[in-house]
């Protein structure tokens, strides 16, 4: 099929991608010149594993190609996704003004019938704005698709490869017809195709993220009273998990969630029910609760050191999750500020986001190129990612080179008393040590 993606940011680009992957024609179009000149190069704006290979590898194919030129993209397809940006408004809302004015942009590139699709996560209600905008700045006739993107960050080109389901957004069968064959080289024996109205299709993006946001927060506030009263919330999630109703994933406890997504997605549903006089008490409460988990963990570091004048960290992890260089409302990024804020100096290790975590900390912090180095004349070790590389760490090493052997870890990495073994002091989240 013949298909153009609007948007070459985490959702658009891997859409992009792997639908080339899927043997389809795909003309990837962005605004950014720079970024397109990338691409065309081969270089990749964000880190995503596999999604190198796999753009290289369908350029190559010529099934993809980059342009500025939209309107070469939609003269080319059957199919137009949107797949650009739905960031946080100051007052919470989802701004959705990138997908307005793609949508417009598109409009008036069409020459004849297309099917808009919207990938992009967009408030319940925006299917309509789109498609009255479409139709006041064209008179071909479209159909209009909501088809929300469920990929992970890290995992984003599996999870497009191999959806658990897929989610269309129309009631016209012929369109219906048509996103089948699309999404079919993709359909495993487990993998759902679910159809649904527009504005269903548009809320059940929100319902999963903030369900999900929703059970980590459950758990993080319960590892706070874990702590108080000497339960293991490891124990805790392994005996409630293996209850098939309540399932064994997304209920790790840690830091607290953040990403590009969850935190987002959380404040626009809030603002939704603001909007129509039902008040999302739990979203809001969730919201909240995940800041506290995050200043909580914070807290307990400055306290420990507060009589010691002169403290300095060693942090490993910067991303807000690992397999990413996304530090986007990173719970690490808010820890280290509040350390700095406290008068901690910090000294810092990530595998792949400390560039991208200079526009925050830059200057304040000090940048290490290995995890190991760093460790040097440190006070103790924070952990706020759960990077690979650091869930099996040399503890003689961190040991012998800290001042003080002292591990504030925020991601529940080790067994406590393994690392009590180790003559290290541990700081886990809701464990007993
Ligand atoms: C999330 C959803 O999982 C995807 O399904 C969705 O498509 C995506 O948002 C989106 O809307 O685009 P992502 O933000 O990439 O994906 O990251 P997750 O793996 O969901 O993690 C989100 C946050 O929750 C991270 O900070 C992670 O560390 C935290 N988390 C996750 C926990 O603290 N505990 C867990 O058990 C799981």
């Not at 003269?75 to 996704?81: I, Q, R």
Request: charge should be negative; charged fraction near 25%; aromatic fraction near 8%.
């Amino acid at each position: 099929m013949k298909v153009s993606v609007v948007g070459v940011g985490y959702v658009g680009l891997v859409a992009a991608a792997c639908l080339a992957e899927g043997g389809n024609h795909v003309v990837c179009v962005d605004n950014d010149q720079k970024k397109i000149d990338d691409l065309n190069q081969g270089v990749i704006p964000i880190y995503e594993p596999g999604l190198t290979e796999i753009v290289k590898k369908n350029v190559e194919a010529g099934r993809l190609i980059f342009t500025t030129d939209l309107s070469e993209g939609v003269a080319k397809s059957l199919l137009v996704f949107i797949g650009v940006g739905t960031p946080s408004a100051d007052d919470g809302s989802a701004d959705i003004s990138a997908v307005l004015a793609v949508a417009k942009d598109v409009a008036r590139c069409m020459d004849g019938y297309r099917i808009v699709v919207t990938k992009s996560t967009v408030p319940v209600g925006t299917h309509k704005k789109v498609s009255d905008i479409i139709s006041s700045y064209t008179e071909h006739p479209f159909d209009y698709v909501s088809n929300p993107e469920f990929l992970k960050e890290g995992s984003a080109v599996d999870d497009f490869l191999k959806p658990d389901r897929v989610i269309i957004g129309t009631t016209n069968p012929a369109v219906m017809e048509i996103m089948k064959q699309l999404y079919a080289p993709f359909m495993r024996k487990k993998s759902r195709m679910i159809f649904m109205d527009p504005a269903s299709a548009e809320m059940a993006k929100y319902a999963a993220n903030a369900m999900l946001a929703t059970r980590i927060t459950f758990m993080n506030e319960l590892s706070g009273l874990c702590d108080e009263l000497g339960a293991d919330i490891e124990m805790v999630r392994h005996g409630i998990g293996s209850d098939g109703r309540i399932g064994s994933s997304f209920l790790f406890a840690g830091l607290g969630y953040g990403g590009s997504c969850f935190p987002k997605d959380v404040r626009a549903l809030s603002f939704m029910g603001d909007g129509c006089g039902c008040e999302m008490t739990l979203a809001k409460a969730v919201q909240a609760a995940n800041y506290k988990q995050q200043d909580r963990f914070a807290e307990r570091v400055i306290e420990y050191y507060k009589n010691r004048p002169e403290t300095t960290l060693a942090a490993w992890g910067l991303a807000f999750k690992a397999r990413t260089d996304d530090v986007r409302e990173s719970p690490a990024l808010r820890c280290v500020n509040k350390f700095i804020a406290a008068g901690i100096k910090v000294k810092a290790y990530d595998p792949e986001a400390m560039e991208t975590a200079v526009a925050d900390i830059d200057g304040k912090v000090e940048m290490g190129e290995n995890a190991y180095d760093i460790l040097n004349g440190c006070d103790g070790l924070v952990i706020m990612t759960d990077w690979q590389e650091f869930r099996s760490p040399a503890f003689d090493d961190i040991k012998d080179k800290l001042n003080k052997a002292v591990i504030f870890d925020g991601r529940n990495l080790y067994e406590p008393p393994f690392v009590a073994k180790q003559g290290i002091e541990y700081h886990s989240i809701g464990r007993v040590s």
